[in-house]
């Protein structure tokens, strides 16, 4: 059974709450910006150099800083106060993307120089994705939540509908540069915006922040040890990867293969947008029929099926039927996804598990977007979006093990059970490493069953935190097990004891019910470096 959340995706939900109505509206503002200047640039370089693998590194170029900088990102945004980083970095973004419009302006942009703010732009927008994704839950209730990403895609795609056609006309009417000027001043909004939003002060948990380092190698082992996360990243990447050829050839389809001009590019751009707007407006009914594994298979067959159309598109009409279908399974898709995503992670990893998501994302699309461009070289067009269309097929079968999640029952909220450790010694926050032992005593019929549930409790132990886990049994105790685990330092095993969740503690309840006695017996361990003599 869906959450109620699920159930009740609609876009609309998330405007009853006027932060959110602001800042979207900011972020539609600036993505219309982005987007007319995503369509310049791909249109300019095939002025500059029609090369089909040239034209294609303008959206590896945007694509690869994601892959190179989100989990950084992911890491500050979980460790620094995010509307203050996301000030800092639109400012820096709109100084770029400023220059850049003089640049052009002047004539002075080469296919390197463009591919080159194309990335700076492109390494901006790797910096903000993890803290703009992960600021959603302070802008609406939990139970808005899932409406709240519904409304974040409506607002991409609105923006990707007029951007795009914008971008056409403004460049038929104005000049190439126009778009590119268009877009620095856009980002005026999103920091005016930010300005003027005051978040609620969040409750400290009276530790310091994490140090980059050790918040990114966390992590990553929570993303290792979240099988939930690993499942949507894994679905993500088969989709993605295909799904990237018609983003990064469509403007030789616009140009070579239907023969048509920058407002057609900018149309069929649009028409993507409008596809995904339509599919936005339609997801709540989608998910609620079709259940996230499933619309996430149709999104995909779409996708298939689009591609197909655009390999033999040699009229606009059939151009604009393949986008429109491409934009209702991109939203399907991406949507799906993100949900999942945002389900899958408690609080205090949020950024980082949001920054694996858009690293794997971008980094599937830009490694797609190279290949595409390399076989629509050595092979043409049609055979290309044919190719990317049988493996978005194939992907469906090859993944379907790993399911998606809808929210259902997943308490992630901080349970805050375990008692605070009582210590005779003095434990400086970095000392460590600390080992961490737990006795259970086991009635000897219940023995098998007792180590087939310690097994989810283990991933528990290391998703937050802990590495080096195991269980023992005492060879001379029957009934007797040890469990234990190592935690880096003290301070870090104190930020454990704040990540455990309401689902980890009905794992924990359900294994006390295994033992002999009331409660296991925890004893830690605190390393002494010992001076030679």
């Not at 709109?94 to 591919?115: D, E, Q, W």
Request: with cysteine.
């Amino acid at each position: 059974m869906q959450s109620v959340a699920a159930r009740n995706a609609s876009p609309w939900i998330a405007f009853r709450h006027a932060t959110f109505t602001v800042v979207w509206t900011a972020t539609v503002v600036a993505n219309v910006g982005t987007w007319m200047y995503n369509a310049a640039s791909g249109w300019l370089m095939t002025s500059l150099d029609a090369d089909p693998l040239t034209v294609s590194l303008v959206q590896v170029a945007s694509s690869l800083p994601m892959f190179l900088f989100a989990l950084p990102a992911g890491a500050l945004a979980d460790t620094v106060d995010k509307r203050r980083f996301l000030i800092g970095c639109e400012i820096a973004l709109t100084t770029v993307a400023a220059v850049s419009a003089v640049l052009v302006g002047l004539n002075l942009v080469t296919p390197p120089i463009l591919l080159l703010f194309t990335f700076l732009l492109g390494a901006g927008a790797a910096f903000t994705a993890p803290a703009w994704q992960s600021v959603v839950p302070q802008l609406v209730p939990n139970e808005d939540l899932a409406a709240a990403v519904a409304s974040n895609g409506v607002g991409v795609n609105i923006s990707r509908a007029i951007g795009p056609a914008l971008g056409g006309v403004v460049i038929g009417g104005l000049g190439i540069a126009a778009p590119f000027w268009i877009n620095a001043l856009s980002n005026f909004a999103v920091i005016g915006a930010l300005l003027w939003w005051r978040p609620a002060s969040p409750q400290g948990s009276g530790l310091p922040p994490e140090r980059l380092a050790g918040a990114m190698v966390i992590g990553f082992r929570h993303a290792r040890f979240n099988p939930s996360l690993r499942a949507t990243l894994i679905r993500a990447v088969a989709f993605f990867f295909f799904a990237s050829a018609y983003w990064a050839l469509l403007p030789l389809v616009a140009r070579d293969q239907i023969a048509g001009g920058p407002e057609l590019y900018g149309i069929l751009l649009g028409a993507i947008g409008v596809g995904a707007v339509v599919g936005a407006f339609a997801l709540s009914w989608m998910k609620t029929t079709q259940g996230p594994d499933r619309l996430v298979a149709a999104g995909t067959l779409g996708t298939a099926l689009s591609l197909i159309l655009l390999g033999t598109a040699h009229h606009a009409a059939i151009g604009l039927s393949a986008c429109l279908l491409a934009g209702v399974s991109w939203i399907a898709v991406l949507a799906t996804v993100n949900v999942s995503v945002q389900v899958s992670l408690p609080d205090w990893v949020r950024g980082r598990g949001l920054a694996m998501f858009v690293t794997m994302f971008f980094g599937a699309m830009t490694a797609g977007s190279a290949l595409w461009g390399q076989f629509a070289s050595g092979l043409g067009l049609p055979a290309a979006h044919f190719i990317a269309a049988a493996g978005a097929v194939a992907g469906i079968v090859l993944t379907w093990r790993w399911k998606l999640q809808a929210g259902a029952g997943i308490d992630l909220a901080p349970s805050m059970h375990w008692p605070a450790p009582i210590l005779t010694i003095d434990a400086g926050a970095d000392r460590g490493p600390v080992l961490v032992t737990v006795e259970y005593l086991i009635a000897p019929e219940r023995r098998d069953a007792f180590l087939s549930a310690v097994m989810e409790l283990g991933l528990q132990r290391r998703r937050d935190g802990a590495y080096a886990w195991d269980i023992f049994e005492d060879a001379a105790e029957n009934g007797r097990f040890l469990e234990t685990f190592m935690v880096a330092s003290w301070l870090e095993h104190l930020r454990q004891h704040q990540r455990v969740t309401n689902a980890d503690r009905i794992v924990q309840d359900a294994i006390r019910k295994f033992g002999a006695t009331a409660e296991p017996k925890v004893t830690h361990f605190i390393a002494t470096r010992l001076q030679s003599p």
